[in-house]
């Protein structure tokens, strides 16, 4: 219900936008996040966007580089990452929560996808 895709390997500096497409039925009202799980560290919140796309969260260490947006025709969230750095290097997940509030705890969100891996290299 959630699909996830546009990562890659790129070089540090380099661009690069993520891709979600859910389902009508999980898209509809909600809020959308993505998360990342570097290797060796735990899951952790990278971005959220309400249902309308007037709020909008970021993780402090990619404000300003990364850009979440969304498209409630096309029942998709992407997420514009810019000036890539090798710490970005991560396994990147869409997830699916209802209401925008506490949009960094991954607990709340009730679905996710299948991560996208995205490695910079140095």
């Known amino acids: 219900q959630l699909q996830a895709s546009g990562g890659g390997l790129v070089q540090a500096g380099d661009s690069l936008t993520l891709s979600c497409q859910a389902s009508g039925l999980v898209f509809r009202s909600s809020t959308m996040g993505w998360f990342r799980q570097r290797p060796g560290k735990e899951r952790e919140f990278v971005a959220a966007?309400?249902?309308?796309?007037?709020?909008?969260a970021y993780a402090d260490s990619v404000k300003g580089r990364f850009t979440i947006s969304r498209n409630n025709v096309r029942n998709t969230v992407s997420l514009q990452m810019n000036s890539l750095k090798p710490e970005d290097t991560a396994d990147y997940y869409c997830?699916?929560?209802?209401?925008?509030?506490?949009?960094?705890?991954?607990?709340?969100?009730?679905?996710w996808g299948q991560g996208t891996q995205v490695t910079v290299s140095s």
């Open positions: 966007i309400s249902w309308g796309g007037g709020s909008r």
């Open positions: 997830a699916r929560k209802y209401e925008y509030k506490n949009v960094d705890a991954l607990s709340e969100y009730n679905y």
